[in-house]
Nanobody, 125 residues
Framework: QVQLVESGGDLVQPGGSLRLSCVAS????????MGWYRQAPGKQRELVAT???????VFADSVQGRFTISRDNARNTVHLQMNSLKPEDTAVYYC???????????????????WGQGTQVTVSS
């Protein structure tokens, strides 16, 4: 089983900063992509930023220039640095990972997506 644990969500004022972290653990053979999605009340879950192999990075237009994403492959960790936060950034932020797990027979399986439990980010004055 692959498990994701997020941390760093908080209540901040507009213009403030937060750093989210996600650690993947469990029966992981390799990780292809790590990133973040968010879901605001009444909205669909949307991509925030992802970082894949070869450090290929994708940002949502709404966070371009304000957020950065980084990945520590040795520790199966991804960070999202959020600066110049806006009230529109308020959402539950979910870590998302595409990984190749070990099977019950301890052989490499096929790539699958995994989700964390989410961490609340609230931007309000």
């Amino acid at each position: 089983q692959v498990q994701l644990v997020e941390s760093g969500g908080d209540l901040v004022q507009p213009g403030g900063s937060l750093r989210l972290s996600c650690v993947a653990s469990g029966s992981i053979f390799s990780i292809n992509r790590m990133g973040w999605y968010r879901q605001a009340p009444g909205k669909q879950r949307e991509l925030v930023a992802t970082i894949a192999n070869a450090n290929n990075i994708v940002f949502a237009d709404s966070v371009q220039g304000r957020f950065t994403i980084s990945r520590d492959n040795a520790r199966n960790t991804v960070h999202l640095q959020m600066n110049s936060l806006k009230p529109e950034d308020t959402a539950v932020y979910y870590c998302n990972v595409e990984a190749i797990p070990f099977t019950d027979s301890w052989t490499a399986g096929e790539a699958a997506e995994y989700w964390g439990q989410g961490t609340q980010v609230t931007v309000s004055s």
